[in-house]
Structure formats: structure tokens, C-alpha cells
């Protein structure tokens, strides 16, 4: 049986693939695995039968032979552990791909995400000029290390995972700011990745939806 995704019947990314469920469909390909995508609105997520496969209204979900997942995270290393492609075979290569993972999540992301978020919660407010350098300082700071980090190394580790994967995606939230132009190296990677083929299949299939949506429109 197919796996099946959830995502953005109509995306507020615009079809620049930085929607959740790009991580997924990304994934899906590096592993050379079919899967299935039900677009859903932004009603329907908050409607019973989504909110029974994601407690909290959002995108992307995943049923896959019985089991019901949510959060990327989760979502990303179930694939991982069950097919080829995205962690080593060996033990410490294969920890260390899903600690990367866990960094692109919990230390790199949140402070890329609430500089996002707050252009749209507090933008109009007062403080909102004095906040920005501060957060941006802080984004600074992890991609500093993060940078030293990397080196002139391909991937974070001896070959790409799905700690790679999760990092690229964590970083392309940060387009528009100018803040991962500041470091060559982080760049190069970001880029080195989105040549791969896999990513270019799942990026022209989320935009595809993006395409059909603005179709829909007219």
C-alpha cells in the first residue's frame, strides 16, 4: 500500500517549496518510494477527521501501513529507518545523522521561525524595528557555528542523510534575510543540495500544486 502525505491545497509559500510538506516529498524521493499526496484546505484542517491525524490542525501528515504520524521530524526519520538512502548503516554514522536532524530542529529553526512569524504578529508595532537586529543576531550566532562546523565538508557528515535533508530545509526559511549569504560556505551547501535530483523532483511536485491552485483561481 502506498504511503499517503497531507499538504496545502492552496500554500501560503506560493509554491516556493518551503511548505512542511516539502520535507516529506523529499524524502519520499531520496529513497526512491512512491507516495501519495491528499491536498487539504485550510478548513479542513481544523476539521475532525484531519485534527484525528494531527492534534494540532497543521501539515504534513503521513499514513503508511497502519501508522499514523505527524511533525516532519518523526515523519522523516520513520521513512529514514525504513528504507536506504537517508541514514548510514553503521551505528555512530547513523546516531549522529538523526542528532543533526534533531539540531536542525530544535536549536537552528526556532529562531529563523520567529523572525518569520513576527513580521505577520507584531510587524505593525512600534518595537518591532528594534527586535529584528536582535533576532537576526541570534540567527547569526547559529549559523556561525554551524558554518565553522561544516568547513569546506560536503554535508555535514562523510554523506548526505537525513540530517542534511532536514538542515537544507531549516536554512531555506531563512531566504529573503540576507543572513546565510553572510557565510559562503553555508550557501555553497544549501545549493549543493537543491542540485540534487531528488529535491528537484519533490520541489516541481509542490509547485505543480501551486501552479494547479492559481489555475483553480482564475
Known amino acids: 500500500m502506498t504511503a499517503t502525505i497531507t499538504a496545502f491545497a492552496s500554500s501560503p509559500d506560493r509554491g516556493r517549496g518551503l511548505a512542511r510538506d516539502m520535507r516529506v516529498r523529499w524524502a519520499f524521493e531520496e529513497v526512491g518510494q512512491p507516495y501519495d499526496v491528499r491536498l487539504v484546505s485550510f478548513k479542513a484542517m481544523k476539521e475532525t477527521a484531519h485534527m484525528r491525524l494531527h492534534p494540532f490542525g497543521q501539515i504534513p501528515t503521513l499514513e503508511d501501513r497502519g501508522i499514523q ?3 516532519t521530524g518523526a515523519i522523516i526519520l520513520h ?9 548510514p548503516d553503521d551505528a555512530a554514522s547513523r546516531a549522529r545523522a538523526i542528532a543533526w536532524m534533531f539540531c536542525a530542529l530544535n536549536t537552528i529553526e526556532p529562531p529563523i521561525v520567529e ?3 513576527t513580521r505577520f504578529t507584531e510587524g505593525d508595532k512600534p518595537w518591532h524595528a528594534e527586535r529584528v537586529p ?3 543576531d541570534r540567527i547569526r550566532t547559529r549559523l556561525r557555528q554551524l558554518s ?3 568547513g ?15 538542515m537544507v530545509m531549516v536554512l531555506r526559511r531563512a531566504e529573503g534575510t540576507g543572513l546565510i549569504d553572510e557565510f559562503p560556505n553555508l550557501t555553497a551547501y544549501v545549493a549543493r543540495a537543491e542540485a540534487r535530483p531528488a529535491y528537484q523532483r ?3 511536485a509542490q509547485h505543480a500544486v501551486f501552479v494547479a491552485a492559481g489555475d483553480k483561481r482564475r
Not at 555535514?156 to 542534511?164: I, P, Q, T, Y
Open 69 to 71: 504520524l505527524f511533525e
Open 79 to 87: 521513512i529514514a529507518e525504513r528504507h536506504a538512502g537517508l541514514l
Open 115 to 117: 523572525r518569520e512569524q
Open 134 to 136: 536582535l533576532m537576526d
Open 148 to 150: 565553522a562546523w561544516l
Open 152 to 166: 569546506d565538508r560536503d554535508w555535514l557528515e562523510d554523506v548526505f542523510s537525513a540530517g542534511d535533508l532536514m
Open 202 to 204: 519533490a520541489y516541481d
